[in-house]
């Protein structure tokens, strides 16, 4: 009895065994839009434009940081300061993983 479940499991045991050789691709093909159009080029279109919109909103934010820390002669910083901060991390993040993707 112990023989015929072996000689059962052996095919899915090979089969396994084959697919664990290949790594699994995710399907790169390009699909094309309705207007003719790579859908992975408008994509990237796309997240080039984001980028180009978060870099001068980073940069924005930066210059009016610069600015506020400029003003302030006390050493201390205000919570506005600290909130202009915790933006540019989140953009640059943002940013970054874009930039990532591809």
Aim: charged share 35%.
């Amino acid at each position: 009895m112990k023989h015929c479940m072996r000689l059962a499991l052996l095919p899915v045991a090979l089969l396994t065994a084959g697919l664990a050789d290949e790594p699994w691709q995710p399907d790169r093909s390009d699909v094309k839009l309705p207007n003719g159009k790579s859908q992975q080029e408008e994509i990237l279109k796309a997240d080039h434009q984001k980028t180009l919109q978060d870099t001068a909103a980073l940069m924005e934010l930066v210059e009016s940081l610069r600015k506020e820390l400029e003003k302030n002669e006390h050493h201390v910083l205000s919570i506005s300061s600290i909130r202009k901060t915790e933006e540019i991390e989140k953009l640059a993040k943002r940013i970054r993983s874009r930039l990532r993707r591809y």
